[in-house]
């Protein structure tokens, strides 16, 4: 089966902690994105990479950090920096660039702070 | 900076009514998607409306742009709970920029 998978289902991290969360797809994508979305709204762009060991800034990266060594995954971890990390967190993939190419969504990791 | 909005923000309608959703956005763009999101779950791709004047059905849901007006609409027709879930429209730019969401309940 093709698909995204994203794990844990959920997370919970004390304060002050790093923790990463995990994205693979065997879609055979090659661009790779992470949002964050907040109880009632809609999802935000945190990370996005469009070619292994490539990646960049989207509108909330502060606190969040990503790597891309394989075409497969794009794990990201949440620092101790980011202020209010509890949030549901998607991973998703195109085969290119977003202007010409539809997402596919993971089934999320719901992130929270104790 | 790009801006979308939908209108409602929560509706909330009794089954085999009809209604519209409306998605308004701020720059050019000739590409959206409309999403669903059931509750605690991922998003589920609708429609992907590619050009002016696209119109997509699929079941009850109907979607359609309108480049020139910044503007697209997914129409619900004879409602059912089965449709309660919230939807968002996303709007492509060099990126995917989302709506904030319509939350829809169906009540018998």
């Known amino acids: 089966d093709g698909g995204i998978t994203q794990s844990p289902k959920y997370l919970f991290r004390k304060e002050g902690q790093n923790v990463t969360l995990s994205c693979e797809q065997n879609?055979?994508?090659?661009?790779m994105y992470w949002y964050r979305q907040d109880p009632g709204q809609g999802l935000r762009l945190i990370y996005y990479?469009?070619?292994?060991?490539?990646?960049q800034k989207g509108d909330i990266a502060e606190g969040y950090s990503v790597s891309r060594e394989k075409k497969e995954s794009f794990p990201l971890t949440v620092t101790s920096a980011q202020k209010n990390p509890t949030a549901f967190y998607l991973c998703?993939?195109?085969?290119?660039?977003?202007?010409?190419?539809?997402?596919?969504f993971g089934p999320g990791t719901r992130l929270t702070v104790l | 900076e790009l801006k979308v909005e939908q209108n409602p923000l929560f509706l909330s309608m009794q089954e085999g009514k009809n209604y519209t959703i409306y998605c308004n956005y701020s720059?050019?763009?000739?590409?959206l998607y409309w999403y669903r999101q059931d509750p605690g779950k991922s998003l589920e791709s609708l429609f992907v409306?590619?050009?002016?004047?696209a119109v997509k059905q699929e079941g009850r849901l109907m979607a359609s742009l309108d480049t020139k007006a910044r503007l697209s609409t997914l129409h619900i027709t004879a409602a059912v709970h089965d449709l309660s879930a919230t939807y968002f429209c996303?709007?492509?730019?060099?990126?995917?920029?989302f709506g904030t969401g319509t939350r829809l309940q169906v009540f018998p």
């Open positions: 879609l055979n994508h090659d661009a």
């Open positions: 990479s469009q070619i292994v060991n490539d990646f």
């Open positions: 409306l590619l050009s002016n004047g």
């Open positions: 720059t050019t763009s000739d590409r």
């Open positions: 996303a709007v492509v730019t060099d990126k995917l920029i």
């Open positions: 998703a993939s195109s085969p290119g660039t977003p202007s010409y190419n539809e997402q596919f």
